[in-house]
């Protein structure tokens, strides 16, 4: 199965400029996860966004320029004493959040207190889509009413153990159902939350609210490895950025994800991937014709 590249993507338009493909906001990374947020950002890159800036806590920016591509931006935000985000992090952000196209939260955040709190006000309160991932799924869990909140779009991106947490449903009842089941099971709780949902796995799933479900058909099992999350996280939201619709951000996202991994493999073999060898395949799975 192939699939065709979503009109942003093809850069057709010779009056673009880099607004045109949008600005995104990562917030992630705490003390010892700070490649989490360099992982999300350069893969934000390196599939379209015009313009990326990475939230981080104070105190850890200048740790964080120096792992990173010089061609993203940096943000220092209030942060707890634990070097997390702090709850008062959203109060700095609130004011500037129009110039802004999506924000991906949750990669390497921790699941300290008082970032939580901070997760919570900017699913609450954030009046633009948002990408929600890895801890900030932690922190969304016992409270999915946040979810409908506001209208913005949300897309969540956990992996069966995150679901099950989310769900309620045991992750030994999620790994041995049918993938009819499956399906039904994922789907409805998209319907139910208002919200597209990437349930990742050998054949990740993208439901989204409306009830349209995609199991994609790319991947391999040598992207069982750290980071290769965070990477999906900032190609999601550069494909939201650049104005394309939830659910088919999702499934072009997982699709693309999955076939720089399957280009990355024959490199590397399944043993020896890691996430930065999923980031330099992007250019080459976006150039391959549909």
Known sequence: MTMPLPTPLLRNNPD?????????????GSRRLLGASALAGLAAMR???GLTTLGVPRSLNGVLQK???????TWPLPETPQQTFSSRAWNTIKPDITQYQVIAVGPGLSRQTGTQRFVHKVI????????????????LSDHLHLLTKT??????TPHPGEFSRLSGLS???LTTMTPAQLKQTAGQWARDHHCT?????????????DGKIYRNTTGNAGMATAGSGDVL???LAALLAQGIDPFEAARCAVYIHGKAGDLAVKKTGKASLIATDIIETIPTALKRKP
């Open 16 to 28: 673009a400029y880099k607004n045109t493909f949008g600005h995104v906001l990562i917030l992630a």
């Open 47 to 49: 599939c379209g966004a």
């Open 67 to 73: 792992k990173i591509s010089p061609v993203l931006m």
């Open 124 to 139: 609450a309160q954030s009046p633009i889509p948002l990408v929600i991932d890895a801890d900030a799924l932690y922190a």
């Open 151 to 156: 209208q913005t779009p949300k897309i969540l």
């Open 171 to 173: 992750k030994k009842s």
């Open 197 to 209: 949902l990437i349930l990742k796995g050998p054949r990740t799933l993208v439901c989204s609210s």
């Open 233 to 235: 996280t900032g190609m």
